[in-house]
């Protein structure tokens, strides 16, 4: 039997046809079916190469039954027996031989392909991290944060909220906040905690973000001007973040329809609120958002080993990191649990959405907050996208990998804002 070529959205890739020679006619060859996609055949490869479910699922950053739902809905698309699997081992039958080779191609040449798409993608990078030359330092220098503050805020002004977004002031429970939401969705049900080394950043400032993720998600963001350190530090930006969410569900917003994001320094003040939700016990949000957290402010891991070495992130430099933890713990100890996610008991938080990118060192609180979440019995969605920049989705007009990571955290958050699916679906998908 020929195999047809199955493209990214799982259909064929042009006409392919071959030829019966006695007969002169050209017959079609059998159409693969529209609903099979690239991670189906990820997960099979991973599985016939591991003969493992438990190492394939690792090595994919999926659960275990997300991976076994996988390969059941491949063998469902192609209609035979891929993998026979008993109490102790695991073995490809025919069919599955068949296929695993054409499969490895194919992952190949799409990997190949989206390759020299990233080339080209390395320009709009480039733009990125010129944007950002002007904050090069500023922090790590006694009277540069000024300075830095408002070279943070023009960067954020090179961007616009997308069309048809509406931007409003409140004062949510005493805190200067703004609701940025799409024409005709005012309600917001989305809590946003700007990043910013809990130093810089703005909620007017981040207004464009904050449109862009309100588009995707179809809801309202309420992003909260939280106090800035040194001049307010440990614990002002978390009691103003608790005294704004208190003021959300105040408006009539059922804590299970909403959800609470960050990015950066904004990730690490989301933990910060959750666990704080968790030791006063209080209703907790549907879910969290963590975009591309930092989490250590003790800055154990400040560097994480790849392929081609070290990774740094552009955005800011360690001296830097370390003057803007100083600045907002203010001597208070870093191994908090409540400002400590990493060493934290993190059992009975919200399902979680958390991004991060390859490039960068903070990819390392990442996965580590992921881990120890899931070890906990949390449902966790971590996803990895492959940039050298941290917080990249500040740069969703222009750069595609950070339209890809707005468009997955809007679904995520329409979801929870629904209340309709099961929370193992947000989780893996």
């Known amino acids: 039997m020929q195999l047809c070529v199955i493209g990214i959205t799982g259909r064929p890739q042009g006409s392919h046809t071959w030829r019966v020679p006695e007969s002169g006619h050209l017959l079609p060859f059998p159409q693969a079916p529209d609903g099979i996609e690239l991670r189906h055949l990820r997960a099979f490869v991973a599985v016939a190469e591991e003969l493992n479910f438990g190492r ?4 994919l950053y999926i659960s275990q039954p997300a991976l076994s739902r996988q390969i059941r809905a491949l063998e469902q698309f192609v209609g035979c027996e891929l993998l026979r699997r008993s109490t102790h081992r695991v073995e490809l039958t025919v069919a599955g031989e068949a296929l695993l080779d054409r499969a490895r191609k194919l992952l190949r040449d799409v990997d190949e392909a989206v390759a020299e798409a990233l080339a080209v993608g390395g320009e709009l990078l480039g733009r990125a991290i010129k944007l950002l030359e002007p904050l090069s330092g500023l922090v790590a220098q006694e009277a540069g944060l000024h ?3 408002e070279a943070f805020e023009r960067l954020q002004a090179e961007f616009s909220p997308p069309p048809g977004t509406t931007v409003r002031p409140v004062t949510a429970g005493g805190v200067p906040s703004l609701v940025v939401s799409p024409v005709g969705r005012p309600e917001p049900t989305v809590l946003y905690l700007h990043g910013g080394g809990y130093v810089l950043g703005s909620a007017f400032g981040y207004q464009s973000h904050a449109g862009a993720l309100a588009a995707a998600a179809q809801t309202g963001v309420l992003v909260v001007d939280y106090r800035l350190a040194p001049e307010h530090p440990y614990p002002a930006a978390l009691d103003d973040s608790l005294r704004a969410y208190r003021w959300l569900l105040d408006q009539g917003v059922a804590p299970e329809r909403v959800t609470v994001a960050g990015d950066s320094a904004g990730g690490g003040l989301v933990m910060s609120l959750l666990l704080s939700l968790k030791r006063n016990e209080e209703p907790a949000p549907g879910g969290a958002v963590l ?5 250590d402010l003790g800055l154990r891991h400040t560097q994480r080993a790849s392929a081609a070495g070290p990774v740094e992130a552009p955005m800011a430099t360690e001296a830097e990191m370390i003057r803007c933890a100083e600045a907002y713990l203010n001597g208070h100890p870093f191994d908090d649990p409540i400002v400590d996610p990493l060493a934290a008991d993190l059992a009975g938080l919200s399902p979680m ?8 060192a903070r ?8 881990a120890r979440a899931r070890a906990q019995g949390v449902e966790v969605r971590l996803e990895l996208y492959p940039v050298d920049a941290h917080a990249f989705q500040l740069f969703w007009s222009f750069l595609p990998e950070a339209t890809d990571a707005f468009a997955a955290a809007g679904e995520f958050i329409r979801e929870i804002a629904a209340g309709s699916e099961t929370s193992t679906k947000l989780a893996h998908r």
């Open 147 to 149: 300075e830095a503050r």
């Open 291 to 295: 975009l591309c957290p930092w989490l």
């Open 56 to 59: 394939a699922a690792e090595r």
């Open 353 to 360: 959405l958390v991004q991060a990118a390859t490039g960068d």
């Open 363 to 370: 990819v390392a609180d990442a996965e580590a907050v992921a």
